[in-house]
């Protein structure tokens, strides 16, 4: 079974810059979550998809950050503008139902340096 | 404020010593996960944890889950140095039903 696919693995941009994740979660998931890590701290959601809606999203600066999952497959997470304070790993999971037991499967997360 | 917090923050140990890294909140958990991330690499599941006083052993690993389900151990014994990475512990309160949290997670880095 494939896992979590995300691209790029790694992007340099300056601020005020705009830039995009892409993530193809694991075939029939129906969840799919996107994440920030920052260094040395753990993962903090900032949207949550059931399908191709939107479950939770209280934690993405709307004014910067949007995302979308068209046909409740693929995802995108886009910046823009960049401040330096989104350096960070950008991390896609699904899940089979997103039950809070279900297993979360991460994708290898795009680390994003922004300059 | 950390809905759920971590300790140690950081753990470096010889190979073969055993250790105990803590989950603690405040709040009651329906449930809790353990997650293990490797550098470069996204978080992988190790256990999940829906019961108080829950204990689960998975080859050198022993996870328990706090008879009031607001805390939780993960117990390694005769540590590897494959044992190295960050480990997260994630949780839904019975207050959020289903909205899944992580700690910032143990560093733990075994030498060999």
């Known amino acids: 079974e494939a896992g979590v696919a995300q691209s790029p693995r790694y992007k340099i941009i300056e601020k005020r810059q705009s830039v995009a994740f892409w993530c193809n979660p694991i075939s029939g998931h129906a969840t799919l979550y996107w994440y920030q890590q920052i260094l040395g701290q753990g993962p903090k959601l900032l949207i949550q998809f059931q399908n191709n809606g939107v479950v939770d999203d209280s934690q993405l600066p709307k004014d910067r950050f949007s995302a979308e999952r068209l046909k409740g497959v693929d995802s995108t997470l886009k910046i823009q503008p960049a401040k330096l304070e989104d350096s960070a790993v950008y991390l896609c999971?699904?899940?089979?139902?997103?039950?809070?037991?279900?297993?979360?499967?991460f994708g290898p997360g795009t680390r994003l340096t922004v300059l | 404020t950390q809905l759920l917090e971590q300790s140690p923050q950081f753990l470096s140990i010889q190979e073969g010593e055993n250790l105990t890294v803590y989950c603690n909140s405040s709040?009651?958990?329906?449930?809790l996960q353990w997650y293990r991330q490797e550098p470069g690499e996204g978080p992988v599941l190790l256990v999940t944890?829906?019961?108080?006083?829950e204990v689960k052993k998975l080859k050198r690993l022993t996870f328990q889950f706090g008879d009031a389900r607001k805390d939780s151990s993960l117990h390694i014994t005769a540590a590897q140095p494959g044992d190295t990475g960050l480990y997260l512990c994630a949780g839904a309160r019975e207050t959020s039903y289903d909205k899944v949290i992580f700690g910032p997670g143990t560093s733990l880095s075994v030498i060999p």
């Open positions: 944890v829906v019961t108080g006083g």
């Open positions: 709040s009651v958990f329906s449930s």
């Open positions: 999971a699904s899940s089979a139902t997103g039950r809070s037991t279900d297993t979360q499967y």
